[in-house]
């Protein structure tokens, strides 16, 4: 009854890439303050709207179409970031019902399980009130009293930073915590059983560090490296695709530094865009929307309005 009250709007035609983390009924310490976990119900019924928009289409179907005709109508693709478990146990089956696959970009040191993920560590010490202890730490980098934490350490990033939120993990978890914590991600064997069911696997760099800002370009070729080398030794191939991680304006330096690096890849953002064959083609980049974890209503004004940004 839901889906017949919702007004489907027509679209534009182009490749809609829709952006999602974690597919999953679980909201632990470590995402909470994360934010983009969306329930296996309510990603169903994203599945099954847009679907009635347009036709999905499993990624390489979608570049395909981007590179060897024009678009005659709205294609929508599913991507998810980060790696994490949900993605195999509850959007597998739900794509495979509506005979179409994904991508996943993974972080190798997540994989790997060789280090864990520098933002979970930040809202699992939120979620004990142990960021006071990070916030006395940070004011020697020019964090002040009403600055957000999670806003100052993105935008002012640097390995001591990153220690101190490590120290302060270390000390207010136990080893098993720690080891436990790592199941949220999916391993090689998950990794290959993706893979193994046609969906793409795509290099999210080693330890999703904001390597798109102007303090962390140095590390945008080391990181997208180290997990390539990862990627070849699990999947034995190379990725096609090299995603960036987080939503930040990217300066022309950035792109020029990730032009210099990604060989014939595709670089990846987290941008609310259309992909077209004129834009995508001569900038051999991709751009996901977002999708939004609300109504069904707020998931089609958001297209909408993506969309309507999108026209010439």
């Known amino acids: 009854m839901l889906m017949e009250q919702i007004e489907r709007k027509e679209l534009s035609p182009g490749w809609y890439i829709l952006l999602y983390h974690d597919i999953s009924w679980e909201e632990n310490a470590f ?37 060897e ?32 696959t994904g991508a996943v970009s993974i972080c190798s040191c997540f994989v790997n399980r060789s280090e864990f ?11 004990i009130d142990a960021m006071r202890f ?36 270390t000390r207010f978890t ?14 090689s064997h998950a990794v290959k ?18 390597i798109s800002l102007e303090h962390s370009l140095h590390l945008l070729g080391a990181e997208f490296n180290e997990c390539e080398a990862a990627i070849e030794l699990v999947c034995q191939s190379p990725s096609q695709y090299w995603v960036i991680p987080f939503d930040r304006k990217s300066s022309p330096k950035t792109v020029a530094i990730a032009d210099s ?15 077209t064959p004129g834009l995508c083609n001569a900038e051999r980049m991709l751009y996901r929307i977002v999708a939004p974890i609300g ?9 909408v309005k993506v969309n309507a940004l999108s026209l010439p």
């Open 69 to 100: 005709k024009p678009i005659d109508k709205p294609l929508f693709s599913f991507w998810f970031d980060d790696g994490l478990s949900g993605v195999i146990k509850n959007a597998l089956p739900v794509l495979e019902q509506a005979g179409t």
């Open 261 to 275: 690096v990604r060989g014939d890849r595709y670089i990846v953002w987290v941008r609310d865009k259309v992909n």
């Open 174 to 187: 136990t080893l098993h915590q720690r080891q436990d914590a790592y199941r949220m991600f999916m391993d």
């Open 134 to 169: 990070l916030r006395s730490r940070l004011k020697k980098h020019g964090f002040q009293p009403g600055n957000s934490v999670r806003t100052f350490t993105l935008d002012h990033f640097s390995p001591d930073i990153a220690g101190y939120i490590d120290e302060l993990f």
């Open 31 to 67: 995402l909470r303050s994360i934010g983009g976990t969306c329930p296996p119900d309510v990603f169903r019924r994203h599945v099954k709207f847009v679907a009635g928009l347009g036709e999905l289409v499993s990624i390489q179907e979608g570049q395909r179409r981007l590179i």
């Open 295 to 303: 109504s069904l209503q707020h998931f089609m004004d958001k297209l």
């Open 117 to 127: 993920f520098w933002r979970f560590k930040l809202s699992y010490l939120n979620s």
């Open 193 to 210: 059983t993706l893979m193994s069911h046609g969906w793409v696997i795509a290099n999210h760099t080693a330890r999703h560090y904001p």
